[in-house]
């Protein structure tokens, strides 16, 4: 169904993964689509020349780079902000230049790309960050960075929401459990542990979750913001 039909959409991150899903579903639902990528140019233009979305490079922590390709769409009606890192390990070994990396991606960029995509969204715009089931619960050793960033996501999208609110644009997130991606791999050695915490004990498919993310940007949502959307099959209960 084309119910995006019209609006123009940016992913911030979108070349794998669930970012490429999320490109996948917006153009099939109509929206005309760009998306960003940084070191997966391959996959970026096989995704582009399937979708018929368009790829851009640029390091999603660079923030003068973003701020320029969000100023080249125009005025946008729909941002999903994806690129996301994962840098796992013990708090005393873990190189903290990685953890820098992952906050500059995870935090820094998430937070000055919404500002600057509502700066020049259209009335009844919609903002969506990707954060994760860890932001909530964070249930065994090494996460503590990344569920740093992915808590910090929260107070962002509760703030924006509020900032950006007179102009009917949504702010949400959505918080991902285990999903079968080049991050976290549905057979990878953590997969026993992480399914031991679930009610339904599997990864995700990332097109599950750009079903979220279509229903978040999609007509039936324009009263939903502020919220946090977890879609984790129970891990976090
Ligand atoms: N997989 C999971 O279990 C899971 C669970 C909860 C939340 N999440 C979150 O979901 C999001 C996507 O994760 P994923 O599993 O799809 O990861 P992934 O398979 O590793 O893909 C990451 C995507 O982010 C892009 N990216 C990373 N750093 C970037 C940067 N500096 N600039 C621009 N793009 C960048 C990558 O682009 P390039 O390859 O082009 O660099 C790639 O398209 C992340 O925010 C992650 O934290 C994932």
Known sequence: MATLMNKRALVLGGSRGIGAAIVERLASDGAATTFTYNRSAENAMDLASRTNAKAVQADSSDRVAISQVIAEQGALDILVINA???????????????????????????????????????????????????????PFAGGSAYALTKSAIQGMVRGLARDFGDRGITVNSVQPGPVNTDMNPADGPMKDAMHSFMAIKRHAEPAEIAGMVAYLVGPETSIVTGAQHTIDGGFGA
Do not use: K, T
């Open 84 to 138: 996301g890192l994962l840098v796992m390990g013990n708090p005393l070994e873990i190189n903290p230049e990685d953890v820098d990396r992952m906050i500059d991606v995870n935090v820094r960029g998430p937070y000055h790309a919404a500002v600057d995509g509502a700066r020049q969204m259209n009335e009844g715009g919609r903002i969506v960050i990707i954060g994760s089931v860890n932001g909530d619960r964070m």
